[in-house]
């Protein structure tokens, strides 16, 4: 009871001291959204679009980006390029950074969301299938990262990862997916120390989200678990002002945070009677 009250203080703290979001500073901005043809990322684009950014998206599919851009200008983005490319692929990910770089002439944010399909079902051996996710998932963010840096930093930049509770916690039918998970806190939370050590001025911020509206995700989970999904388009919104505000991190909702407080109390057991049908 008293770490659940200290825990729920900690972030009534942190969200009363935290710096306020002003959407004009999002005018103009140049700013790379991957994974950005469906779910959070497309909404993620929409909203950098109402603020009057620049933006860049990716993800495979080139006639839904194509769409996705459209939108965007309509709702006022400042320009609106898009790039097809696939992420498990080892020269793709620096092609999109080089193409945004010579499209923008720099960046300023750059948002790292796009996840690969796998399967929501017990682990039954498959580790090609996790060294392609981990490609896809995580070597792809960091070589991304790694070629935005320069310009990150002269621009006072920040890098978004968009995570997942799961990259904190173990739950049953995604090993691969929660590896690529893990991986990427693991790695962006010692950028994060290695960057103030170096007095850098690029901010990263590690967003930890629960269950999200988005059509894939609840494709998966929908008949297997009752936990109440919370809406594509404020999460979106979220991770890009926890990005503007140069905040290390975002729990969305907020209880995760607490879950993640919480969560070695338990015995490792299914969250529902129910096995997934794939
Ligand atoms: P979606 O499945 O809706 O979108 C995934 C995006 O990634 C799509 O734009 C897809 O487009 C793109 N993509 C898929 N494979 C590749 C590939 N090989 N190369 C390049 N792009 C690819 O995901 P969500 O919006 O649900 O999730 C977005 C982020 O939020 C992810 O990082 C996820 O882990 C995180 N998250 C989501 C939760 C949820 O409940 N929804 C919960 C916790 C975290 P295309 O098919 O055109 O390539």
């Known amino acids: 009871v008293k770490l659940i009250l200290a825990s729920v203080c900690a972030f009534l703290a942190v969200r009363w001291t935290a710096p ?5 500073s999002l005018r103009g901005v140049r700013v790379l959204v991957t994974g950005a ?14 603020f009057g950014a620049q933006i860049i998206i990716t993800a495979r599919r080139e006639k839904v980006l194509q769409q996705v851009a459209e939108e965007c200008l309509t709702l006022g983005a400042q320009k609106a390029l898009y ?8 020269s793709e990910p620096n092609k999109v950074v080089e193409f945004a770089l010579e499209e923008l002439g720099g960046l300023d944010y750059l948002v790292l969301n796009h996840i690969g399909p796998s399967p929501f079902s017990m682990w039954e051996g ?8 981990m ?10 990262a790694w070629k935005a840096m320069a310009s990150l930093e002269q621009n006072k930049g920040s890098l978004v990862i968009v995570s997942s509770l799961l990259g904190k916690m173990s739950s049953p ?9 893990y991986a990427l806190n693991g790695f962006f939370g010692v950028l994060q120390h290695e960057l103030a050590m170096k007095k850098s001025n690029v901010s990263v911020s590690l967003c930890t989200l629960g269950l999200i509206d ?5 494709a998966k989970v929908k008949d297997i678990t009752t936990i109440p999904p919370y809406p594509t388009k404020d999460a979106a919104l979220r991770i890009i002002q926890t990005g ?11 209880f995760t945070q607490i879950v993640t407080l919480s969560k070695d109390w338990f015995e490792p057991k299914t969250f529902s009677k129910k096995t997934p049908t794939e």
């Open 20 to 24: 306020r979001f002003n959407e004009e």
């Open 37 to 50: 043809s469906t779910g959070i990322g497309e909404q993620m684009a929409y909203h950098y679009a109402r």
């Open 83 to 90: 790039i097809a490319a696939d992420m498990s692929s080892e």
């Open 126 to 133: 498959d580790v090609d299938h996790t060294k392609w996710l």
């Open 135 to 144: 490609q896809v998932n995580f070597f792809s963010y960091i070589q991304m």
């Open 173 to 181: 039918f995604v090993a691969p997916y929660t590896s690529t998970k």
């Open 214 to 218: 988005t059509e894939s995700a609840m």
């Open 244 to 254: 503007a505000t140069r905040q290390l991190e975002l729990f969305y909702p907020w």
